[in-house]
């Protein structure tokens, strides 16, 4: 083994050189297709339980590359945070749904909340609210139907600083969100101390709510904890109506999810809001 001890080791710098080089060529690539307007906004009905009416969306970011075709975020969200890429996807992200919503509106369909997902890097560069509040002057969309969603795990870092963007954001009118919620550590008097509007109940849970009774415990828990604090609730990863069923009976208030629509771009969302209204 002593004897390709060297071998080892050079297989090892090449592969890391491989990597960091790869890394390199699809960060070049991410910055371009930000620049060129290959990044697109997908958005997610979000349904209220009681009426069955879509009351508002998700937006999620969709990658297409010329390439190596759809790359799913998971892939790039991830090594945009690591590159500081974020700070301009986040923006544009937030732009396009107010420019979106606002046009919405403008076409007379009816007012919908957009709620848009704000990484833990965003959340703690300190210049969020201007940011936002920015936005939401240069486009007009109104503040009150902008949800910020932020997930539960960036929630725990500097805790004073996040309490505090939290109320200047609140302050402004727009609404804030805890994304999958479940998965972190958040206690209790944190939790009370948050300017929340809605509580995102993790997929995790939500998937195996009909076959495991610990799950379906725990989310019929966090539903009464979050109705306790005054939240509403939102189940995520909704698939089917065996789930939903049970979710209602929990008095959910809120879900998303493959059972009613997948991620949709703009104008296709746009066409399922006008059969609803036709309905
Ligand atoms: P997330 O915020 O938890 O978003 C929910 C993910 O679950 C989305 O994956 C959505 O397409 C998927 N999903 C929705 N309903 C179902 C369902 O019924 N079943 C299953 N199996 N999946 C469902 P997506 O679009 O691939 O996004 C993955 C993650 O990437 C998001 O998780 C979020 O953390 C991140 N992301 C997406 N867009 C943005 C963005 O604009 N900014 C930031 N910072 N992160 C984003
Ligand atoms: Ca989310
Ligand atoms: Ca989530
Ligand atoms: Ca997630």
């Not at 240069?138 to 949800?147: I, M, N, Q, V, W």
């Not at 009464?224 to 209602?248: I, N, P, S, Y």
């Amino acid at each position: 083994a002593k004897a390709d001890g060297r071998n080892t080791y050079r297989y090892y710098t090449d592969e890391l050189t491989t990597l960091a080089r790869e890394r390199l060529v699809m960060e070049a690539k991410l910055r371009q297709a930000l620049k060129m307007n290959q990044l697109e906004c997908y958005y997610q009905p979000q349904i209220a339980i009681t009426t069955g009416k879509i009351v508002g969306a998700e937006l999620l970011i969709r990658w297409c590359d010329a390439e190596q075709g759809f790359i799913p975020p998971d892939h790039f969200i991830p090594m945009a945070e690591s590159c500081g890429l974020i700070h301009a996807i986040g923006h544009f992200v937030l732009e396009q749904a107010c420019t979106q919503g606002y046009a919405w509106l403008v076409q007379g369909l009816p007012a919908l909340k957009l709620s848009v997902n704000v990484s833990a890097h965003q959340f703690s560069k300190g210049d969020l609210e201007q940011q936002v509040i920015s936005i939401l002057q240069s486009t007009a969309f109104p503040a009150h139907l902008l949800e910020l969603e932020v997930t539960e795990s960036a929630l725990m870092h500097d805790k004073e600083r996040v309490i505090r963007t939290m109320q200047q954001l609140r302050a402004a009118g727009i609404r804030l969100a805890i994304d999958d919620f479940g998965t972190g550590y958040s206690s209790l008097a944190y939790l009370q101390q948050l300017p929340l509007d809605l509580l995102k109940v993790d997929r995790s849970f939500i998937e195996k709510i009909t076959s495991n009774d610990a799950d379906k415990q725990i989310s019929k828990a966090i539903i009464e904890l979050a109705h306790t604090l005054r939240f509403d609730v939102l189940a995520e990863g909704v698939e089917t109506a065996e789930q939903l069923a049970l979710l209602k009976d929990m008095a959910c208030d809120y879900y998303q999810g493959y059972y009613y629509s997948k991620p949709l771009p703009a104008e296709a969302f746009r066409q399922l809001l006008l059969q609803q209204v036709a309905n």
